[in-house]
């Protein structure tokens, strides 16, 4: 599925995806997932519904991607645009390419967690759980921390 965004073209084939800068996005620069290991990113894209986005040039820019059964159920996570290419709506075209997959309607929950982004979230339909007491979460706190720290 390709979409566009202004000058940019949102993909998912996996073929585009540039797995180093996504690798290094993650483990460098996001607060959810510092220091995941190469083979960690590369088991998820492989079991995920992956969304990169392009200059025309063909540079990644950002990217997101789905973790779904393509029934009932899907969970959007490690969204993120590049500092160079921010303040374009550039996140909110990824999720809004996210919702319109054809493999992903008709979904009863969509789901994500966010720090701070809210404000790219909410105007697309998403909301805080309206029964949180119901969900439960079995955490590791530091899945990819170095040894030693």
């Known amino acids: 599925m ?7 073209r949102i993909s998912t084939d996996p073929a585009r995806l540039d797995v180093p800068l996504i690798h290094r ?12 290991p190469l083979a960690t990113v590369e088991r998820a894209l492989a079991n995920s519904l992956n969304f990169g986005a392009y ?4 540079q990644q820019a950002g990217f997101a991607r789905v973790i779904s059964d393509r029934a009932t159920f899907a969970y959007l996570c490690d969204v993120f645009v ?3 290419h921010r303040q374009q709506g550039l ?6 390419a996210v919702l319109a997959h054809p493999e992903l309607q008709g979904l009863r929950r969509h789901l994500l967690a966010t720090l701070d982004a809210h ?8 909301a805080p759980l309206a029964h949180p007491e119901r969900w439960l979460e079995r955490a590791h706190p530091a899945p990819y921390a170095p040894p030693g720290s």
């Open 2 to 8: 390709d979409t566009t965004h202004h000058t940019f």
């Open 25 to 36: 996005y993650l483990s460098q620069e996001s607060y959810w997932a510092r220091h995941i």
């Open 55 to 58: 200059t025309p040039e063909g």
């Open 82 to 84: 590049l500092p160079a």
């Open 91 to 96: 996140a909110s075209a990824l999720v809004r």
């Open 119 to 126: 404000a790219v979230y909410q105007p697309l339909g998403y």
